[in-house]
């Protein structure tokens, strides 16, 4: 399962999801589509949580004495925000790890799982010179330290201890990473470059987005909208066929203007009929069920 309507709202894995379409191995690339929807969820709610910590410390600003450009803060919704960090590292490495498997599927070769253990034997794998070029550029600069930053927050320490909320000369949270996560040890890190996790890992995700999307162009494929998609399998054999709801897809768009909250909500039915055919029905919310559903988004 994955979201559509995130990804396309800003042109993400477009040519990956062309790639998608001529190959006969989908489901990868809707595991593929699958994280990276995550990975827009987490980069989305870490810039909500951060922008909301800003507006607890404004209530109180004029109540303190500061003095610093950045302290310590704390509230629920800074521990929110960093409990987004775990998950969305996760989501970005085991991406990582899907690049050299679906290249290898599209060039018939066998290719290392991991693709840590892939670059240190690139030249042996029998790619083509521009490919190897373009995953040799995003693991020296890119990929190895996002890697490090993961091996760190699983096996190591806590990521998130470097935690401040920044005063001047612009307000924000800063959860700083360290400067040499290939130490591995957390006695010799050091934050002289004031990495703000917050910010690497929405560039990280980016850069990631940016070398499938050479990887497919360089395969051949052109950009193309993704498509919704439900996926059943899960369901099991569907006999004797019955009139049943088998799956429905909820949609909500919501947005700000001087009107206050505007709220589309649609959703799709996905039923069998009496003789096993499916059909889809398009549904639209009930006038009667739009004041909770306004609620619910804040209207």
């Known amino acids: 399962m994955y979201l559509p309507e995130l990804l396309n709202a800003d042109g993400l894995f477009q040519k990956v999801y062309s790639w998608k379409k001529s190959a ?13 929807s995550s990975c827009v969820i987490h980069v989305r709610r870490l810039a909500e949580l951060n922008e909301r910590c800003v507006k607890e410390f404004g209530l109180f600003e004029d109540q303190l004495a500061l003095g610093r450009d950045r302290i310590v803060f704390h509230s629920t919704s800074l521990l929110a925000l960093l409990n987004e960090i775990s998950p969305l590292l996760s989501s970005l490495r085991i991406m990582q790890d899907m690049l050299l498997p679906l290249i ?11 693709i840590n253990d892939g670059m240190k034997k690139l030249h042996t794998l029998g790619l083509p010179e521009h490919m190897k070029g373009v995953l040799l550029r995003y693991w020296q600069f890119e990929g190895c330290k996002l890697r490090d930053y993961r091996v760190i927050d699983q096996h190591h320490a806590n990521l998130v201890t470097h935690s401040f909320l920044q005063v001047k000369p612009s307000k924000k949270v800063l959860v700083l990473f360290p400067d040499n996560p290939e130490v591995k040890t957390p006695r010799k890190f050091t934050y002289e470059k004031s990495i703000n996790g917050i910010e690497y890992l929405r560039s990280a995700f980016l850069a990631l987005h940016a070398v499938f999307e050479e990887v497919a162009t360089a395969l051949g494929h052109q950009a193309s909208k993704i498509e919704n998609e439900i996926g059943m399998a899960q369901l099991g054999i569907l006999l004797p066929p019955e009139r049943r709801t088998l799956a429905f897809w909820y949609e909500a ?7 206050g909250v505007l709220v589309n909500i649609s959703g799709t039915e996905v039923r069998q009929k009496d003789d096993g055919r499916l059909e889809f029905q398009r549904m639209l919310l009930g006038e009667e069920k739009l004041p909770e559903a306004k609620a619910m988004y804040g209207a």
């Open 24 to 36: 006969t191995y989908g489901e990868d690339f809707s595991a593929l589509l699958y994280r990276a």
């Open 104 to 114: 290898g599927k599209a060039k018939g070769k066998s290719m290392p799982s991991s």
């Open 253 to 259: 768009n919501h947005s700000v203007s001087a009107d």
